[in-house]
């Protein structure tokens, strides 16, 4: 059963301030699991594609690039568990944040909207949902975009020496529950901000009131955000590694769009995707890391082309 969020107004304002929405869109609560429901921003018409938003962002990130694809799709853009409105259970053990469990809530989202099938695309922690939802569920998902991410056993496998100072979040998040929820917490805006500040290509991409929406919700979910983080440095190597050994792959076509960091940091990002996904469109784009709200007709053009494979 869905419930409907006509209280969407309480859901969008912050005091006398109405919090940013993606225009034209329908908001609605989902529920996805035991006590768990997802906030979902659903517009359009047509064969339906799901996009999944990234770190430390809301589905915000997809504004403009769903309202283009609304013309000709059904679009539905979620918060994650654990980010954003949608509901944060507790951490009792590592599968609550697992990428098995958060792609579980997606299939079961779109079910719920009346999709048996559809598109997926992911960017930074989504694509890592995505990507897992491609494993789990191949008769599920008709076509997977990445976006700037790697899967997480070769993120792991690829990090390392004075470079794995890049990713220094991962190795914080990755420690076991108590200080990085604390550390982050005493400053939360210094800490989700510098990833806002640091990762965009152009600033002027994220207005002052998008990214006042993502410290909010960041600043609200620290302790999900951090077992998020945590499972990809257990329970998800675990999966993805029972799949390595299982030999098991992306049976859909996939597009892996992707800064060129691959080359810096000393390895070759389209040969470890092709490795997961043997109908691969690896494609290096200068665009930054928040490359839907930096780049949305390119990457809105390059979505259209993965779906007509």
Known sequence: ML??????????????????????????????????????????????IVLLHGFPQTHLMWRHVAADLAADHTVICPDLRGYGASDKPAETDGSVYAKRTMAADIVTLARELGHDRFALAGHDRGALVAFRAGLDHPRTITHLACLDVLPTLDMWDVMHGTTAAVGFHLYLMAQPPGLPERLIAASPDAFFGHFLDIWAGDPQAIPADVRAAYLD???????????DYRASAGIDVEHDQADRAAGNRLRMPVTVLQQDWGSALGFDAAALWRAWAPDLRHIPVTWGHFMAEEAPAD???ALRDLLTR
């Open 217 to 227: 919700a960041s600043r609200a979910a620290v302790n999900s955000i951090v077992a």
């Open 299 to 301: 990457l809105a053009k």
């Open 3 to 48: 419930i409907h969020a006509r209280q969407a107004e309480s859901n969008r304002r912050k005091g006398n301030t109405m919090a940013p929405v993606i225009t034209g869109f329908d908001y609605q609560r989902v529920p996805v699991a035991d006590g768990v429901s997802l906030n979902a921003a659903v517009g359009g018409a047509g064969s339906p």
